[in-house]
């Protein structure tokens, strides 16, 4: 996978992007992050909380696919009503990004999934 900063910086840059953050598959621990646009660091600050629970429902997703005979899923996108979380599986990590309503949704998911393919290459 390219530098974890360099996956960050690339998706943090897309218009819409919230933040971008690279995260422990397995233990939903932060391992990367960009500033949180617009946002309050601190008690304030939702990526800590939402990194550790897309990298558990991202498992919970993983097995229930498993169980379909789906396969591994490629994108998880959790549609709210003030913008969306979009996670993608990279071997080890996942890549959660917290996007506005109104991102370019097409293009945060072709670069997670470009970062994703560069991990297992």
Same mark, same amino acid.
């Given at each position: 996978?390219?530098?974890? @900063? ?17 995260? @422990?598959?397995? *233990?939903?621990?932060?391992? $990367? ?11 304030? *600050? ?19 696919? *498993?169980?379909?005979?789906? @396969? ?8 709210? $009503? ?19 309503? *109104? ?17 297992? $290459?």
């Amino acid at each position: 996978m390219k530098a974890l @900063g360099q996956v960050v910086a690339t998706l943090s840059h897309i218009p819409g992007v919230i933040a971008a953050m690279v995260v @422990g598959a397995s *233990d939903g621990l932060i391992v $990367e992050t960009s500033a949180l646009m617009g946002g309050a660091v601190g008690a304030a *600050d939702p990526r800590k909380h939402t990194a550790a629970l897309a990298a558990y429902l991202y498992s919970k997703v993983t097995r229930a696919s *498993d169980a379909a005979r789906l @396969g591994t899923p490629a994108f998880m996108r959790l549609e709210a $009503e003030k913008g969306h979380i979009c996670v993608v599986g990279a071997r080890d990590v996942v890549l959660v990004t917290i996007v506005t309503p *109104d991102a370019n949704l097409g293009r945060v998911r072709l670069d997670m999934m470009n970062a994703a393919r560069a991990n297992h $290459e």
